[in-house]
């Protein structure tokens, strides 16, 4: 299995909180994905990074930010946690972006 | 914008036989599809990549064909096992935005 890492597994928070949730790789991939899933409406793409310091927006990245400062971690930030982010995130990694991706374990997020 | 279409949402198969499991995807300039299985509570685990270039993968029980001009991709899995219930989820890949399907939940009778 690809070496990711989420953490924390679970989470409970209140809305109006900050919260970050962090993916670790061991693999030296270049491409890092955060994924939400939601019943309903399936994964969708957050946002993803194609190096340190290079990100870019998916598909609902509206309330999130991320940062990749190293090429192993790649953090997910809800600035201010609403009840619609309640949902379980996961972590994917890719040597490129032809390339097969990898998904960690997943995060579960209740904002109450 | 890319649309990823599986059908049907959950498929009941009695043990030892084959299956198809079936992908629709709105724009044939994708770069690859891949498909995944994710059991209950767990991530996704990849089971096969198919390159745009290429038209079906195979990896032991388990072959994946893909056709960009009918916009189609097909899971094809021999001599089902209970070990086989899972989601299936399917995922189309363009301009670095991957777009998953919502996935077949598929039940292996005993």
């Known amino acids: 299995d690809a070496g990711i890492t989420q953490s924390p597994r679970h989470k409970v928070t209140e809305t109006g909180t900050p919260v970050t949730l962090r993916c670790h790789q061991t693999e030296n991939h270049r491409y890092m994905y955060w994924y939400r899933q939601d019943p309903g409406h399936g994964l969708r793409l957050i946002h993803y990074s194609y190096g340190v310091k290079d990100t870019d927006k998916g598909e609902v990245s509206d309330g999130y930010s991320v940062s990749r400062s190293k090429t192993e971690d790649f953090l997910l930030t809800l600035e201010s946690a609403t009840s619609s982010q309640t949902s379980v995130y996961f972590c994917?990694?890719?040597?490129?972006?032809?390339?097969?991706?990898?998904f960690g374990p997943g995060t579960r997020l209740t904002v109450l | 914008k890319q649309e990823v279409t599986q059908i049907p949402a959950a498929l009941s198969v009695p043990e030892g036989e084959n299956l198809v499991l079936n992908c629709s995807f709105t724009?044939?300039?994708?770069?690859?599809l891949q498909w995944f299985r994710q059991d209950p509570g767990k991530g996704l685990t990849s089971l096969l990549l198919i390159q745009s270039s290429q038209r079906e993968q195979t990896s032991g029980r388990l072959n994946a064909s893909l056709d960009k001009s009918s916009g189609r991709s097909t899971l094809y899995i021999a001599a089902s096992q209970p070990g086989d219930s899972a989601t299936y989820l399917c995922a189309g890949n363009r301009d670095d935005k991957i777009i998953f399907g919502k996935g077949t939940r598929l039940h292996i009778l005993p």
């Open positions: 994917a990694i890719s040597e490129s972006n032809l390339a097969e991706q990898f």
């Open positions: 724009d044939s300039a994708i770069y690859n």
